[in-house]
């Protein structure tokens, strides 16, 4: 059984950074890409950052620049630095990945950021 558990939410003030950690158990760690994504209120759950178990990223046009995932494969982690942080960035991050064919779905319980402006 894949578990995510995220960490590393929380309150910021326009322009500032937060750092947010998802940390993997039940599995391969290596074997799977990693995603972030966000779903802010009111809104549809949108997909913000990923990185393959080669190590590819690829970013949202509304991030790219400002946000950098990345991911330790010895601690079973994966990251995302998130700079210059906007009111537009406040909504609920999730941590994903998907295993199997089909595939098979597994997020993680999701964490608050709130950017103040």
């Known amino acids: 059984q894949v578990q995510l558990v995220e960490s590393g939410g929380g309150l910021v003030q326009v322009g500032g950074s937060l750092r947010l950690s998802c940390a993997a158990s039940?599995?391969?760690?290596?074997?799977?890409?990693m995603d972030w994504y966000r779903q802010a209120p009111g809104k549809q759950r949108e997909l913000v950052a990923t990185i393959s178990s080669g190590g590819s990223t690829k970013y949202a046009d509304t991030v790219q620049g400002r946000f950098t995932i990345s991911r330790d494969n010895a601690k079973n982690t994966v990251s995302l630095q998130m700079n210059s942080l906007k009111p537009e960035d406040t909504a609920v991050y999730y941590c994903?990945?998907?295993?199997?064919?089909?595939?098979?779905?597994?997020w993680g319980q999701g964490t608050q950021v709130t950017v103040s402006s």
């Open positions: 039940g599995t391969i760690f290596s074997f799977y890409g």
């Open positions: 994903h990945t998907a295993k199997g064919w089909p595939p098979e779905d597994y």
